[in-house]
Protein backbone atom coordinates (compact mmCIF):
# COMPACT_ATOMS: atom_id res chain seq x y z
CA UNK A 1 0.00 0.00 0.00
CA UNK A 2 2.73 2.28 1.00
CA UNK A 3 4.62 2.07 -2.54
CA UNK A 4 1.48 2.75 -3.79
CA UNK A 5 1.00 5.80 -1.96
CA UNK A 6 4.71 6.63 -3.33
CA UNK A 7 3.37 5.87 -6.86
CA UNK A 8 0.50 7.81 -6.63
CA UNK A 9 2.38 10.90 -4.79
CA UNK A 10 5.20 10.82 -7.35
CA UNK A 11 3.03 10.32 -10.31
CA UNK A 12 1.17 14.12 -9.14
CA UNK A 13 4.26 15.35 -8.41
CA UNK A 14 5.11 14.63 -12.39
CA UNK A 15 1.93 15.96 -14.04
CA UNK A 16 1.99 19.10 -12.01
CA UNK A 17 5.57 20.11 -12.97
CA UNK A 18 4.65 19.01 -16.47
CA UNK A 19 1.82 21.15 -16.26
CA UNK A 20 3.87 23.78 -14.69
CA UNK A 21 6.46 23.30 -17.86
CA UNK A 22 3.55 23.55 -20.57
CA UNK A 23 2.52 26.87 -18.86
CA UNK A 24 5.30 28.25 -18.62
CA UNK A 25 6.97 27.81 -22.25
CA UNK A 26 3.27 29.21 -23.76
CA UNK A 27 4.38 32.21 -21.50
CA UNK A 28 8.00 31.99 -23.17
CA UNK A 29 6.34 31.61 -26.20
CA UNK A 30 3.88 34.66 -25.68
CA UNK A 31 7.05 36.52 -24.59
CA UNK A 32 9.02 35.93 -27.54
CA UNK A 33 6.10 36.58 -29.80
CA UNK A 34 5.83 39.91 -27.93
CA UNK A 35 8.86 40.76 -28.26
CA UNK A 36 9.67 39.85 -32.00
CA UNK A 37 6.56 42.06 -32.54
CA UNK A 38 8.48 45.10 -30.53
CA UNK A 39 11.62 44.45 -32.61
CA UNK A 40 9.57 44.84 -35.79
CA UNK A 41 8.26 47.80 -34.69
CA UNK A 42 11.33 48.91 -33.50
CA UNK A 43 13.30 48.10 -37.00
CA UNK A 44 10.56 50.15 -38.92
CA UNK A 45 11.42 53.33 -36.59
CA UNK A 46 15.25 53.19 -36.92
CA UNK A 47 17.49 56.04 -37.63
CA UNK A 48 17.63 59.73 -38.00
CA UNK A 49 13.91 61.08 -38.50
CA UNK A 50 12.90 58.93 -35.53
CA UNK A 51 15.22 60.65 -33.16
CA UNK A 52 13.36 63.23 -30.87
CA UNK A 53 14.76 67.00 -31.00
CA UNK A 54 13.45 69.92 -29.90
CA UNK A 55 16.35 72.10 -29.77
CA UNK A 56 17.34 72.41 -33.08
CA UNK A 57 16.30 74.19 -36.23
CA UNK A 58 13.47 72.03 -37.34
CA UNK A 59 14.59 69.83 -40.68
CA UNK A 60 12.63 69.36 -43.83
CA UNK A 61 11.04 66.66 -42.53
CA UNK A 62 10.00 68.02 -39.47
CA UNK A 63 8.71 71.23 -41.37
CA UNK A 64 6.54 69.13 -44.02
CA UNK A 65 5.59 66.84 -40.44
CA UNK A 66 4.06 70.35 -38.76
CA UNK A 67 2.22 71.65 -41.80
CA UNK A 68 -1.40 71.11 -42.05
CA UNK A 69 -1.16 71.63 -46.38
CA UNK A 70 1.66 69.08 -46.32
CA UNK A 71 -0.47 65.71 -44.54
CA UNK A 72 -0.58 63.69 -48.22
CA UNK A 73 2.91 64.57 -49.12
CA UNK A 74 3.72 63.20 -45.09
CA UNK A 75 2.03 60.02 -46.08
CA UNK A 76 3.62 59.42 -49.02
CA UNK A 77 7.22 59.99 -47.61
CA UNK A 78 5.90 57.50 -44.97
CA UNK A 79 4.67 54.99 -47.48
CA UNK A 80 8.01 55.30 -49.56
CA UNK A 81 9.79 55.15 -46.17
CA UNK A 82 11.95 58.10 -47.24
CA UNK A 83 11.73 59.67 -43.80
CA UNK A 84 15.75 58.56 -43.23
CA UNK A 85 16.96 60.84 -46.40
CA UNK A 86 14.94 63.75 -45.35
CA UNK A 87 16.58 64.12 -42.00
CA UNK A 88 20.41 64.03 -42.98
CA UNK A 89 23.03 66.87 -42.95
CA UNK A 90 22.02 67.87 -46.50
CA UNK A 91 21.75 70.64 -47.70
CA UNK A 92 18.22 69.55 -49.27
CA UNK A 93 16.19 71.38 -51.01
CA UNK A 94 12.63 69.98 -51.25
CA UNK A 95 9.77 70.87 -53.33
CA UNK A 96 6.87 70.27 -51.40
CA UNK A 97 3.80 69.74 -53.01
CA UNK A 98 0.52 71.35 -51.21
CA UNK A 99 -2.62 68.73 -50.54
CA UNK A 100 -4.20 70.76 -52.98
CA UNK A 101 -1.56 69.94 -55.35
CA UNK A 102 -1.96 66.26 -54.62
CA UNK A 103 -5.69 66.69 -54.69
CA UNK A 104 -5.58 68.03 -58.30
CA UNK A 105 -4.22 64.82 -59.82
CA UNK A 106 -6.54 62.20 -61.76
CA UNK A 107 -8.79 60.71 -59.16
CA UNK A 108 -7.13 57.63 -57.75
CA UNK A 109 -3.47 58.41 -58.31
CA UNK A 110 -2.34 59.29 -54.67
CA UNK A 111 -4.23 55.93 -53.39
CA UNK A 112 -2.76 53.97 -56.17
CA UNK A 113 0.44 55.57 -55.44
CA UNK A 114 -0.10 54.99 -51.56
CA UNK A 115 -0.46 50.63 -52.40
CA UNK A 116 3.24 48.78 -51.26
CA UNK A 117 3.31 47.16 -54.75
CA UNK A 118 3.75 50.75 -55.97
CA UNK A 119 6.40 51.89 -53.58
CA UNK A 120 9.56 52.10 -55.95
CA UNK A 121 7.47 54.41 -58.29
CA UNK A 122 6.36 57.01 -55.22
CA UNK A 123 9.89 56.95 -54.42
CA UNK A 124 10.82 57.79 -57.78
CA UNK A 125 8.20 60.53 -57.61
CA UNK A 126 9.02 61.54 -54.31
CA UNK A 127 12.82 61.97 -54.95
CA UNK A 128 12.03 63.91 -57.77
CA UNK A 129 10.53 67.11 -55.70
CA UNK A 130 14.15 66.79 -53.80
CA UNK A 131 17.48 68.71 -55.25
CA UNK A 132 21.00 68.55 -53.23
CA UNK A 133 21.82 72.57 -52.06
CA UNK A 134 20.16 75.49 -50.05
CA UNK A 135 19.25 78.21 -52.50
CA UNK A 136 16.54 80.53 -52.11
CA UNK A 137 14.00 81.43 -54.65
CA UNK A 138 15.73 84.30 -55.85
CA UNK A 139 18.97 81.86 -56.68
CA UNK A 140 17.09 79.59 -58.29
CA UNK A 141 16.54 82.31 -60.92
CA UNK A 142 20.08 81.90 -62.25
CA UNK A 143 19.39 78.18 -63.04
CA UNK A 144 17.70 76.42 -65.90
CA UNK A 145 17.67 72.68 -64.36
CA UNK A 146 18.83 71.04 -61.40
CA UNK A 147 19.40 67.60 -60.84
CA UNK A 148 17.22 65.56 -58.82
CA UNK A 149 17.66 62.86 -56.12
CA UNK A 150 16.35 60.60 -58.88
CA UNK A 151 19.58 61.52 -61.26
CA UNK A 152 17.23 63.18 -63.58
CA UNK A 153 17.03 66.82 -64.55
CA UNK A 154 13.84 69.27 -63.88
CA UNK A 155 13.58 72.11 -66.01
CA UNK A 156 13.86 75.74 -63.87
CA UNK A 157 11.80 78.61 -65.68
CA UNK A 158 11.56 81.97 -64.57
CA UNK A 159 8.22 84.40 -65.27
CA UNK A 160 8.52 87.97 -64.10
CA UNK A 161 9.32 87.47 -60.33
CA UNK A 162 7.92 83.78 -60.09
CA UNK A 163 9.81 80.55 -60.07
CA UNK A 164 8.89 77.42 -61.94
CA UNK A 165 10.31 74.18 -60.79
CA UNK A 166 9.22 71.17 -63.44
CA UNK A 167 6.46 73.45 -64.29
CA UNK A 168 5.38 74.12 -60.71
CA UNK A 169 5.25 77.36 -59.00
CA UNK A 170 6.99 77.99 -55.67
CA UNK A 171 4.48 79.72 -53.32
CA UNK A 172 6.59 80.01 -50.38
CA UNK A 173 9.69 79.05 -48.72
CA UNK A 174 10.64 77.94 -44.93
CA UNK A 175 14.27 77.76 -44.40
CA UNK A 176 15.20 74.55 -42.45
CA UNK A 177 18.13 73.06 -40.54
CA UNK A 178 19.52 70.58 -43.12
CA UNK A 179 18.28 73.18 -46.51
CA UNK A 180 14.74 74.56 -47.40
CA UNK A 181 11.63 73.46 -48.28
CA UNK A 182 10.02 75.33 -51.15
CA UNK A 183 6.06 75.01 -51.35
CA UNK A 184 5.11 74.65 -54.97
CA UNK A 185 1.24 75.00 -56.31
CA UNK A 186 1.78 71.36 -58.27
CA UNK A 187 3.10 67.48 -58.19
CA UNK A 188 6.47 67.53 -60.18
CA UNK A 189 5.88 63.90 -62.01
CA UNK A 190 9.68 62.84 -63.72
CA UNK A 191 9.41 62.04 -67.38
CA UNK A 192 9.01 58.67 -68.31
CA UNK A 193 12.46 56.84 -69.20
Known sequence: MRSTIKLSTMGLFLLLALNSSCKDRA????????QNAS??????NKGQAFIED???TP???QIAIGSADHT???AAVQAAELENVLVNAGPLMVFAPTNAAFDALPEGTVEDLLKPENKDALANILKYHVTPGNYSKDFL??????????????????KGDDVFIGGAKIIGSVPAGNGIVHVVDKVILPPTQ
Not at 39 to 44: G, H, S, V
Not at 141 to 153: D, E, M
Request: overall charge negative; hydrophobic content about 35%; glycine content about 2%.
Open 72 to 74: TLV
Open 39 to 44: EAILEN
Open 54 to 56: DES
Open 141 to 158: KKFKKLGQANNQNVSVEV
Open 59 to 61: NVL
Open 27 to 34: QNQTTVSD
